[in-house]
């Protein structure tokens, strides 16, 4: 079955950099669209990025645009997210979750989540 | 970008249906049959409930259903059991390869 497995947050000082992991196993990586969705403590869903299946694209949320960068490693089947100049609006539960297409049209399956907390 | 309208709660007692609205615009919800709806437990990850508006993944129950009408889709619970008490999701896609999500419906089953 699919799995997605985060790694990579923590605690990150503002203005700071973090880098986010996202291992995928159970289904054809290299296939399918993949999406980054925050969700900050006690509020709802935000979507945050999307990559198509062949890494030619990267889509953002005007929140994090020009500051995070989502790619691909289909070799590796993991999907990153790469967050410069952090905010402390970034503090957020991130999670990986795979498109039901090769770019993007909904969420199938989400991974567990990992917190990212961006606090001096 | 601006976030999907859901009424932030939603009640009812066992044995009862109730319906969970998603308000959008012609540019998300109104231009796309993408509309998906997530059930989310407290400290767990968000479970596809509906997508492509109204079908249903397997292993969902059927108990659960989804509608689109213009810029509105709605979730309905119908013969609400204890477990589906969760905080519930909408999302569309909403163009040039963007999702936009609602902001969240907490369903009290009383």
């Known amino acids: 079955q699919v799995h997605l497995v985060e790694s990579g947050g923590g605690v990150v000082q503002p203005g700071r950099s973090l880098r986010l992991s996202c291992a995928a196993s159970?289904?054809?990586?290299?296939?399918?669209?993949m999406h980054w969705v925050r969700q900050a403590p006690g509020k709802g869903l935000e979507w945050v990025a999307t990559?198509?299946?062949?890494?030619?694209?990267?889509y953002y949320a005007d929140s994090v645009k020009g500051r995070f960068t989502i790619s691909r490693d289909n070799s590796k089947s993991t999907l990153y997210l790469q967050m410069n100049s952090l905010r402390a609006d970034d503090t957020a539960v991130y999670y990986c979750?795979?498109?039901?297409?090769?770019?993007?049209?909904?969420?199938?399956?989400w991974g567990q989540g990992t917190l990212v907390s961006v606090s001096s | 970008q601006s976030a999907l309208t859901q009424p932030p709660s939603a009640s009812g007692s066992p044995g009862q249906s109730v319906t969970i609205s998603c308000t959008g615009t012609?540019?998300?919800?109104?231009?796309?049959?993408?509309v998906s709806w997530y059930q989310q437990h407290p400290g767990k990850a968000p479970k596809l409930m509906i997508y492509?508006?109204?079908k249903r993944p397997s292993g969902v129950p059927d108990r659960f259903s989804g509608s689109k009408s213009g810029n509105t889709a709605s979730l309905t619970v119908s013969g609400l059991q204890a477990e589906d008490e969760a905080d519930y999701y909408c999302?569309?896609?909403?163009?040039?390869?963007?999702?936009?999500f609602g902001g969240g419906t907490k369903l009290t089953v009383l």
């Open positions: 979750a795979k498109d039901e297409s090769y770019v993007s049209s909904w969420v199938d399956y």
């Open positions: 159970g289904f054809t990586f290299r296939n399918y669209g």
């Open positions: 990559i198509s299946y062949d890494r030619s694209n990267g």
């Open positions: 012609s540019s998300d919800v109104g231009g796309y049959n993408y």
């Open positions: 492509e508006v109204s």
């Open positions: 999302n569309s896609y909403a163009g040039r390869n963007t999702l936009v």
